[in-house]
């Protein structure tokens, strides 16, 4: 059997970050706004619909990486197991929540948020035109800097 499910889309709320009871064990909990955009064939017009995904991270790391640096609005891809928990309101009524239960995620927008954001490898800056384009230079001098983008690997 396969229990894997993945989105792409956009934080709905600055993550809470708990501790567990009892436990020195942290859990991230995300709201992930889904949105599918297609155009009406009977009037031609634009739709979107947003759904909403409850995400919880239980891996130490990646709820480390949740708090600093994802914050509402930002935009990225998680993929992890379905799960519903079953919880009783205050008066005894039984509720269910389906939640996904995150094991990777990959932030798509840069940490300041900016047009050029992660994943984009293959885009080179005004600056960066020349290097990226096999002369070696531009204008006379290396693009190529040594402190900043060595590779990390």
């Known amino acids: 059997m396969l229990n894997s499910c993945s989105f792409i889309g956009n934080c709905g709320a600055d993550p809470e970050i708990k501790t567990l009871p009892n436990s020195d064990k942290r859990v991230a909990n995300l709201s992930l706004g889904v949105t599918e955009k297609w155009k009406d064939k009977q009037t031609g017009q634009k739709q979107e619909r947003t759904e909403w995904v409850r ?3 239980f891996q130490d790391g990646l709820v480390g990486v949740i708090q600093s640096y ?3 609005g930002t935009k990225i891809y998680v993929s992890g197991k379905m799960a ?3 919880w009783q309101t ?8 389906t939640e996904i239960n995150i094991d990777k995620l990959i932030l798509l927008d840069s940490p300041n948020n900016n047009a050029n954001s992660g994943g984009n490898y293959g885009a080179a800056s005004q600056g960066e035109q020349g290097f990226r384009s096999g002369t070696g230079t531009q204008g006379g001098q ?3 800097n ?3 983008d060595s590779i990390p690997f």
């Open 70 to 72: 994802v914050k509402k």
């Open 142 to 144: 290396s693009s190529f």
């Open 55 to 57: 995400l919880n991270c």
């Open 90 to 97: 205050q008066s005894g009524e039984d509720r269910y929540s």
């Open 84 to 86: 519903t928990r079953k």
């Open 146 to 148: 040594d402190d900043t």
